[in-house]
């Protein structure tokens, strides 16, 4: 054996529960459809906050909805899927559509913290949804076990009793609905969505008969 003055080089082993946690934003809602304005959300919200993802997360039926009025889920899923392909820092989450029923954010978070407890999760919700957050089921628990983000939006005050974080993004005056009713009057998406949902749309006769 070669002896040697030198020190020995020291590996210090952090326990797991120490270690800095993966930061992930969570994108939820109908996506009926996804259209740029979300991507453009998305990708300013973790450049912002410096998330390492972005998980798109369709909801199976919204509390808020008819389920009449809601598109099936397997056109919905489809559609983000292509939306988000071409970046891989976005990734599609199906837990809510797996799990069916009413998809209720509280129960969703509580399922994600116990199947990922080595993530810190981000729920980004729009400004215009800021004054609905009274009326979300469970929310004063919910607001314990997850962050909330919210976008900045015209027309909207910037104040909650609730904690927020409060994220400027570029301003676009796009929705689903207004997609939808192009649609309904064979008006052009082209630009409203990328290319990819726009020829699926057109592929499996979305939305031409359907009303909001």
Sequence with gaps: MIKTDE??????????????????GLMGGTFNPPHLGHLIIAKEVKEQLGLDEV??????????????????????VKMVALSIKDEPDFKLEELEIKRGGVSYTYDT???????????????????????????????DELV????FVSVERKGYPKQSDYPLIWVDVLRIDLSS???????RQDRSIKYLVTREVEEYIKQEGLYRDKKD
């Design 7 to 24: 020190p020995l080089t020291q590996v210090e082993v952090r326990p797991l529960t120490e270690l800095p946690k993966k930061k992930v």
């Design 55 to 76: 998980w798109f997360m369709p909801d199976n039926l919204p509390p808020h909805i008819d389920k009449k009025d809601a598109l099936e889920a397997k056109y919905r």
């Design 109 to 139: 978070i509580l399922e994600l913290r116990a199947m990922y407890p080595e993530i810190e999760f981000y729920f980004i919700i729009g400004g215009d949804m800021v004054a609905y957050l009274p009326k979300w089921y469970r929310i």
């Design 144 to 147: 314990k076990l997850v962050q």
């Design 177 to 183: 609905s207004l997609i939808r009713e192009k649609l």
